[in-house]
């Protein structure tokens, strides 16, 4: 069974860099798929942050390209969000999730539970 | 940028009634469609892929239909496990994924 958990500072200060990691179990990222991270504000819908392949590739949301950085580690099974110069519109739930990019196929599949990261000081 | 638009924002329905959701999107995204549920306090679960297809384990209850710019979600039967929030999400433009704002299916 793929399980996903994210980790990291519940609470982040306005303009610094907020981190999140990504921990997979159950799948090996080296062996396909790609891996992304959502974001969803309090009350609010859903909104793609970006995702990765185990290669290094990354795509981001270019709404928030300027400040984010997706990065993988397959020795660890994991991979990780930075996103800078945060303010209190950032403040969401943020999720991972494996995204199937097959042929006919194509959807998010599996999710962490998310983690609630509020940008106070 | 696809813009995915959800009507309505709410949609109020009794136990044992049918639900119809829309989604339409800014541009064609030919049949490049999910839909996911999510209930309170929990993550999005994948309902439909390629507009129309059920995901493993989802009850026959649920169907998708539509391509193009229009899409529909319909719940045949809403069973009390079914009062969520729907968000449909293109993938036409992968890798960029835009996701709709979401209905929320309450009881009546």
């Known amino acids: 069974q793929v399980q996903l958990q994210e980790s990291g500072p519940g609470l982040v200060k306005p303009s610094e860099t907020l981190s999140l990691t990504c921990a997979v179990s159950g799948y090996s990222i080296s062996s396909g798929y790609y891996w992304g991270w959502i974001r969803q504000p309090p009350g609010k819908g859903l909104e793609w942050i970006g995702s990765?392949?185990?290669?290094?590739?990354?795509y981001y949301n270019p709404s928030l390209k300027s400040r984010v950085t997706i990065s993988v580690d397959t020795s660890k099974n994991q991979f990780s969000l930075k996103l800078s110069s945060v303010t209190a519109a950032d403040t969401a739930v943020y999720y991972c999730a494996r995204w199937a990019q097959l042929v006919g196929s194509n959807y998010f599949d599996y999710w962490g539970q998310g983690t609630l990261v509020t940008v106070s000081s | 940028e696809i813009v995915m638009t959800q009507s309505p924002a709410t949609l109020s329905v009794s136990p044992g009634e049918r639900a119809t959701l829309s989604c339409r999107a800014s541009?064609?995204?030919?049949?490049?469609l999910a839909w996911y549920q999510q209930k309170p306090g929990q993550a999005p679960r994948l309902l439909i892929y390629g507009a129309s297809t059920r995901a493993t384990g989802i009850p026959a209850r649920f169907s998708g239909s539509g391509s193009g710019t229009e899409f529909t979600l319909t719940i045949s039967s809403l069973q009390s496990e079914d009062f969520a929030v729907y968000y449909c999400q293109q993938y036409n433009n992968w890798p960029s994924l835009t996701f709709g704002g979401g209905t929320k299916v309450e009881i009546k």
């Open positions: 990765i392949y185990h290669s290094g590739n990354t």
């Open positions: 541009q064609s995204v030919s049949s490049n």
